[in-house]
């Protein structure tokens, strides 16, 4: 099973609402990735969890709060969103952060801020 | 500081013509690695491809073939007799080995569109 999940697919909200992202994976990968990826453009890194714990930050603004419950599940809660956060989320996986292994990546969440 | 550069932002190809995206890199380091991904409109990145910098032997799968070519550090991609279902953006992308992470430096991506 290669497959990385997505939900929800597509989400609309306001500037005032709280929602998350979730991202499941179950290839027993250890590093997981949020990536944020605007129109036409290539995708950015937003934030890298390794072995559960939080690696890498680029530099995200706090209204992004990203989680890692298990090794399986990542989340990205969103909240006080602007409408400039409107893009396609991307949820990946590897197998370890300290190996330049291929990503496998989610469908995405295309979220639409209001 | 390390660059990945796709000058073609489009490509328009009739079905069973070849086609070649381009991928020029820039690095200081000497380990590193080289991708190609594809994403379709559904939106997902789908792996084609790694390469390591110590490896520039060209690679075949079926009708997708890679260059990799360390004197002019390009890493090109072409897709033979072209099909209606390669259409997509396709991106290359460079880690390097030191970088923690496993960050990836994505090109600017090429859109292929194929008509039938």
């Known amino acids: 099973d290669t497959e990385v999940t997505q939900t929800p697919k597509h989400l609309v909200m306001g500037m005032t609402n709280k929602k998350s992202l979730k991202c499941e994976q179950h290839m027993g990968h250890r590093a997981m990735y949020w990536y944020k990826q605007k129109a036409k453009k290539p995708p950015e890194l937003m934030f890298v969890?390794?072995?559960?714990?939080?690696?890498i930050n680029e530099s995200v603004p706090s209204r992004f709060s990203p989680e890692c419950p298990n090794s399986s599940l990542l989340n990205l809660h969103l909240h006080a969103l602007q409408p400039e956060d409107s893009a396609l989320y991307l949820c990946?996986?590897?197998?370890?952060?300290?190996?330049?292994?291929?990503?496998?990546f989610g469908p995405g969440t295309r979220l639409t801020v209001t | 500081a390390q660059k990945v550069t796709q000058a073609q932002t489009e490509i328009s190809v009739v079905e069973k013509e070849d086609v070649t995206l381009d991928c020029v890199y820039e690095t200081r380091d000497t380990t590193y690695y080289l991708f190609w991904y594809k994403q379709p409109p559904s939106g997902e990145l789908v792996f084609l491809i790694r390469?390591?910098?110590?490896?520039?032997q060209n690679e075949i799968s079926g009708r997708y073939s890679w260059n990799f070519q360390k004197s002019t550090s390009s890493f090109n991609f072409t897709i033979t007799a072209s099909q209606v279902v390669d259409s997509a953006v396709y991106f290359c992308?460079?880690?390097?080995?030191?970088?923690?992470?496993?960050?990836?430096?994505f090109g600017g991506g090429t859109r292929l569109m194929v008509k039938p």
């Open positions: 969890y390794s072995y559960e714990k939080l690696s």
């Open positions: 992308a460079l880690s390097e080995a030191l970088v923690l992470g496993n960050m990836l430096t």
């Open positions: 390469r390591n910098s110590f490896d520039e």
């Open positions: 990946a996986s590897s197998q370890e952060e300290e190996r330049p292994d291929e990503q496998y």
